[in-house]
């Protein structure tokens, strides 16, 4: 078991949002949380990487307390929060050169490759402010690329996405976890993920296994 949570409950402005959570993620799967807006799918998100508190319960990485653990789980962590999270006025590869003097970086990697897998080649010297909104979301998503990070926690990943986007993504992450990475995300599409464990919380109705 890499990554669980165990009787994890959030509360914000006096209303609670989900209590008595319990899952665990071993390597290869993924979890995909579901649930109405508000009901605290970017908040479990948030707590699982660290930038906000449980009310209750916590989080472990290889069955220790994250709070023992930190630098080693911090380091392992990939986050793409709704906004794309990339720098304006710099390009996608100067975004992506950024990302992995911050991460650790993979060492095999091809900024060059990252781009084109993405459908970004032609515009890795375009400031990200001249680029529409699927395209930085891309640029975002490309940073998972860049790292060595096991476990990736995506907000909407899809989000501004096309067909083919959203394709690509999915693309990624099979390979992900087919490596031996674990994914939690949020999301509102219909994925397509065979081959792979996914389990699904609706944080109001409980845990299952795709």
């Known amino acids: 078991m890499l990554l669980a949570a165990r009787d994890l409950a959030c509360e914000r402005d006096d209303r609670l949002l989900f209590s008595g959570l319990d899952f665990q993620l071993a390597a290869r799967e ?4 579901e ?7 970017t ?26 653990v930190r630098p080693d789980y911090l380091s392992q962590i990939n986050y793409l929060g709704h906004h794309a999270g990339v720098k ?10 950024f990302a992995q003097a911050l991460a650790t970086p993979r060492g095999d990697v091809d900024l060059y490759g990252v781009l084109d897998r ?11 402010r001249m680029l ?5 979301r891309r640029v975002g998503l490309a940073r998972l690329l860049v790292s060595d990070a096991l476990l990736w ?37 219909t994925t397509r993920l065979d081959g792979c ?11 299952s296994d795709s």
């Open 30 to 33: 993924i979890l995909q949380v």
């Open 35 to 41: 649930g109405r807006n508000g009901s605290g799918k």
């Open 43 to 68: 908040s479990l998100l948030r707590i699982i990487c660290g930038l906000a508190l449980a009310s209750a319960g916590g989080i472990y990485w290889r069955n220790q307390p994250v709070e023992r």
């Open 88 to 97: 304006a006025e710099l390009t996608p590869l100067e975004n992506l050169r």
């Open 118 to 128: 993405l459908s970004l080649r032609g515009f890795e010297d375009v400031p990200c």
């Open 132 to 136: 529409s909104a699927g395209q930085n």
């Open 153 to 189: 926690v995506l907000d909407e990943p899809f989000t501004a996405l096309d067909r083919r986007g959203i394709a690509d993504v999915e693309a990624i992450l099979l390979e992900h976890v087919r490596s031996g990475g674990i994914v939690v995300l949020t999301t509102h599409h």
């Open 197 to 207: 464990t996914v389990k699904v919380i609706d944080l109001s109705a409980g845990v």
